[in-house]
């Protein structure tokens, strides 16, 4: 087995703010993911690092939370993108209510620490 991509010590501080479920859906996690990719300036401090399934941290990839959530309501049966939704509001067209995506740290009331979690 590797080791810890952020040391082990670091690795088991942030699965201790889950108890080891997924920050995302709540599955036991398997891997660390920064809530904010290195792409969109993410850092390695512990407020933008949580545990996470390697499904959802796949399935994440670099996006951010919000277009995450956008992400999983589309594999719910939602037919828009967040651009499409958007558009078509624009243009007042009254769409269907999109799939509620809840994340395992809304419904547990979880923080990410020292920072809040960017969007
Ligand atoms: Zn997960």
Redesign the pocket.
């Known amino acids: 087995m590797p080791p810890p991509k952020f040391g082990l010590a670091k690795t088991e501080k942030v699965m201790e703010m889950t108890g080891g479920r ?6 036991p ?1 398997g891997v660390i993911d920064r809530v904010l990719a290195t792409t969109h300036g993410g850092s390695d401090n512990y407020g933008n690092l949580v545990p ?2 390697a ?3 796949a399935r994440k990839g670099d996006c951010k939370i919000e277009e995450f959530r956008a992400r999983l309501a589309l594999r719910n049966g939602w037919r828009f993108t967040a651009a499409q939704t958007a558009y078509l509001a624009s243009l007042n067209m009254t769409l269907p209510p999109a799939p509620a995506v809840t994340f ?1 740290f809304e419904r547990e009331g979880l923080r990410s620490r020292p920072a809040p979690v960017p969007g």
Do not use: I, R, S, T
């Open positions: 997924c920050w995302y859906c709540g599955d996690a996470a399934c499904p959802c941290a395992f």
